[in-house]
């Protein structure tokens, strides 16, 4: 009866054990993946991405902004911090 009563104990148990970290991401696998990666030309690279740089036209995500909104201007006054040196000593 001893080892019943046991085994349905361990049934409610909630475990947070964590589950082991998947072969890929292990070191010795990573780091033959990006040796190989390494040798693979940019161009290769690039053709699966959209790479092109590209700027959004504003007016097609808000048909009714200001015009005066799409001009690119500063949004904030930049200042030089003071050096430590000119910092007060207390």
Known sequence: MGHAARATDDE???THKRPPAPTWSRSHVRGEAIAMQSHC??????SFFSVAPTTTYLKLI?????????????SVLWS???RYSELPKY
């Open 62 to 74: 808000f048909p009714n902004i200001d015009p005066r909104q799409l001009k690119r201007n500063s």
């Open 80 to 82: 030089t911090p003071p």
């Open 41 to 46: 030309p940019t161009d290769v690279i690039d």
């Open 12 to 14: 409610g148990k909630v």
